[in-house]
């Protein structure tokens, strides 16, 4: 009964087409000064504007205008002489004037494109998805469902509104229908919004925390059969707050479709919502009624007509392409392809370079933050960037291990510090007392003592049995608690009983 | 021109989220057809050749700066809430979806 | 003292003949006294008029110095936001409801000493002309308390002439300043839209609402403009130039080589013969003061009111979306197992009255897929060719003029049941307001056949405010000359009248 993703795609090929509401990170809120600072008490960051009060009057953002611009240009969009905001007209109460403002027929950024890569059994393959409109709108509020068993809306006894969300400037970026991905419509999906995350990122507009629903993504599908003309009836999921969350509605979509199609059923358009645990979809609004949202031109408001000068000024701000810059630093840096993929999969490449960037080898920056570093965080909870080391305390750790002040096992334990709060790198050193013991003599007596415990190891050594030096340095290793640096103890130990030691 | 029904009134009525009576319905719809009459007066000299007027000012690019600025108290935000708790407006079970 | 101008009383407080908190108190008995009958107020803020009024004296007495209006009282449209003070714009729905902030009007009142006596009445959402559609009840006109005193701004009119106050704030979104002051003998000022804010004042068709001053004679109307006008950041639709120089204008008072244009469709048939005869009366004493009358066409106001009724209603269906039980104002129906959807179609229901209804049933209607580009589409069509029938006419003269409304004050409940007879109304004031240029209203006589006030309207060009002014004035004072007192001398004394 239940069909296998090769079933579908031999018979079908789906359709995407994406839309991704983006939270801009504006200080204040899209019409009004409220702030935008997240996980604030409820309703203390709200004023008549935001809750819609009777003759409160909206003002935009001037920052938001500039961000959805910058957006625009990143998406290699139109940026259109005349914009305006609409008012789309549906009651709700999470909105507080029971309309939003959004823009209607007349968005800020038009025909855009974004390319990606993905990594197939047949080798990168590459797939232009095609961007129909960047435009502005407002977030709403944030209910919480009282009563019922689950805390979801079915069931509830009431609800209790919070508008701190209300009116946070969002950005939604709208695909044109994307054909032609084939198989690899899931992971085409998934690449798409993690390109865009990066780009907006790169941009600064955003936080793009999926998690915390400041980039959210609503993903259309539909199948027809292969070398159909029309196309079929799509579903549009929401919900989808994971990048892996993508990939899995996506495909879940399809398989789902493919059931209903091959049992001569038809899909019906409706909004679903994507649920995490089960990776599967549950029917919401049908859209077969379709809304009247009696859009007009929102009379509060004036057009928004960027002229060139604006646009150009904002052009010469914008900030490398992330694919492009990712390749540049892996041609730089001498980086293998995997471990590359997993640097940026760890969120690192920001942080790696800013370590390069204070004279740090990168081969070694990018060994600490992907290695001991992310284990911290890894046993903490939280990412590299919330720990308490920085750029240019792991610099200096790079540094102080090439000048032979630290052994990579000091190094560690000094890691370990900063990011406890003890200070420092230098502090750390100075008050756990980890220099190299580089005091020969003192080295030398450690030796000493060491062949005098191990007389038959020694003889051994002396004989030239080289590997047998590894049970002496550790005991001299031991003695130093490990401040000694092993590769200068092995060669004095060595020159010692006549060998060579190189 | 325009014949409204009830069902018409009604589905506007609905639109609009008023729970309004047969008899408010009917009369609606007798008023609504004079009164659509007399306003489609404005197709005669509506020509596809003349711009729309949304606003009366030409004015362009009108923002505020990107700057914090005091909220309301949330006593003072939810001092004119029917019924409040846990500092959140509490309004009765929402019917449709999640969102 | 109540009866006269405000200027007068704000010399006779600068010159310590009387201060604020004397006036103010007169004024409030005043009210205690008449408004039984008139019911122009919603709600009388005695305390808070008494604490300004006192501060405003103690400011005086300190030897600061205070603006041309400190102290003088005023009867604010309920439709403004007042911090605290109950705000219902006359309808049920808000019933109770207290604003936590200060429309930017009153904010400006505040700072000037203007002292806020109180709400007042006026049809439900400024939607009406004649202020029965209040949910509080209707207000009387004092010159005949049978009679309708305008709307939607009727309790701030008829609080001037009941001489309840000497100072008013009205808002006009197709007359509800202009068409009050005209059946009630007073003066009333439509800015040019963008020329005050309307931050605060509760929206009923953002595109077309103004505020603006209502006062007893020409000049305290450019004092009050004065202190309300200019920009505001609030307000994104708000004009950010210097406010016209209404003041000097109405002291001024000069027409002299003015070029004066009747506007040809807004006379004759349909209007009452004493409105047409005291408006070609006026007509003739402007050209004694030095005016060039000049008759000017504007052929598609004929379509005004049309496209008004379909562009105020669909910009109302939507502005008026947000009451809806959830925030504030009334909540009926939330008893166990109701759904919020529920509360807010009973709530809508009960709330609102029927224009209301009607009216945001007719903005949805107009603004619903399938009909938008009939209806509203075509209604914003008008509204260019109306701008132009303006620009063209302001070419060839300085104002238009006409009559502000085509007859005097109607009976209370004669129009009630017929509302495209009550939308007749407003046939001259509308276009005002699709152009959102300046308007003004101000008393040329009584109709012989009624005894009634009948009003003239000015009509200047965007942020040319200034010339509405040096034409009332100049106007005003001709027909001071003629009649010796002011016209509101010969309103019939209201019983209970100290």
Known sequence: MSLTYEDVIAKYEPVLGLEVHVELNTNSKMFCGCSTIFGGEPNTQTCPVCLGMPGALPVVNEKAIESSILIGLALNCSITPFSRFSRKNYFYPDMPKNFQISQYDEPICVNGYL??????????????????????????????????????????????????????????????????????????????????????????????????????????????????????????????????????????????????????????????????????????????????????????????????????????????????????????????????????????????????????????????????????????????????????????????????????????????????????PASVIESRGLKVVSDESALMAAIERAIAAQPETAEKIRNGHIPAAGALIGAVMKETKGQADAARVRELLLTHLGQPSD | MSNLSRSDVAHLAHLARIDMTDPELDALANELDVILEAVARVQEVATPDIAPTSHPLPLRNVTRPDVVTPSLTPAAALSGAPASEDQRFRVPQILGEES | MITRAAHEMSAAMASGEISSVELTQAHLDRITSVDAQVHAFLHVDTEGALAQAQSVDDARARGESVGPLAGVPLALKDVMAQQGIPTTAGSKILEGWRPPYDATVVSKLKAAGVVILGKTNMDEFAMGSSTENSAYGPTHNPWDLTRIPGGSGGGSSASLAAFEAPLAIGTDTGGSIRQPAAVTGTVGVKPTYGGVSRYGLIAFSSSLDQAGPCARTVLDTALLHEVIAGHDAHDATSIDAPVPQVVRAAREGSVKGMKIGVVKELNGDGYQAGVRSRFEESLELLAKAGAEIVEVSCPNFEYALAAYYLIAPSECSSNLARFDAMRYGIRVGDEDGASAESVMNLTREVGFGREVKRRIILGTYALSSGYFDAYYGSAQKVRTLIMQDFNKAFTSADVLVSPTCPTTAFKIGEKANDPLAMYLNDIATIPVNMAGIGGMSLPCGLAPEDGLPVGFQVMAPAMQDQRMYSVGAALEASLLSQWGAPLLSQIPALVGAK
């Open chain 1, 115 to 424: 390319d990606v890569e993905i990594d197939t059994d047949e080798g990168i393959k590459k797939f232009r998805v095609e961007i129909e409109r960047v435009h502005m709108e407002e977030d709403t509020g944030k209910s919480l469902h009282v009563g019922g068993a689950t805390g979801r809306i079915h069931g509830a006894d009431y609800s209790l509104l919070d508008y701190n969300r209300a009116g946070i400037p969002l950005v939604e970026i709208v695909t044109k229908i994307v054909p032609g991905t084939g198989k690899y419509a899931p992971e085409v999906a998934k690449a798409y919004v993690a390109e865009l995350r990066d780009i907006l990122r790169s941009l600064g507009v955003s936080d793009v925390r999926m998690e915390q629903g400041s980039l959210r993504c609503d993903a259309n599908v539909s199948l027809r059969l292969i070398g159909a003309e029309t196309l079929g009836t799509r579903s549009e999921t929401k919900n989808v707050n994971s990048l892996r969350s993508v990939e899995r509605a996506v495909r879940g979509e399809m398989i789902r479709h493919a059931e209903l199609l091959n049992k001569g059923e038809r899909v019906v358009q409706e909004t679903r919502h994507f649920q995490e645990e089960s990776g599967l979809t549950r029917s919401g609004r049908s859209k077969e009624q379709a809304e009247d949202y009696r859009y007009f031109p929102e009379p509060d408001l004036v057009p928004v007509a960027p002229d060139a000068a604006w646009i150009e000024t904002l052009r010469a701000t914008l900030p490398e392409q992330p694919t492009l810059r990712r390749k540049r630093l892996q041609s730089e840096w001498s980086v293998p392809d995997k471990e590359m993929a997993a640097m940026i999969n760890a969120d690192a490449l920001d942080i790696v370079e800013a370590t390069v960037n204070l004279g740090a080898d990168p081969t070694r920056a990018r060994g600490w933050w992907l290695g001991e570093i992310s284990r911290i965080a890894n046993e903490q909870g939280v990412t590299i960037s919330d720990l308490k080391i920085s750029p240019t305390d792991v610099a200096q750790i790079v540094a102080l291990v090439a000048q032979g002040d630290l052994t990579d096992k000091l190094a560690r334990q000094v890691v370990e510090g900063v990011i406890a709060g003890e200070g420092t």
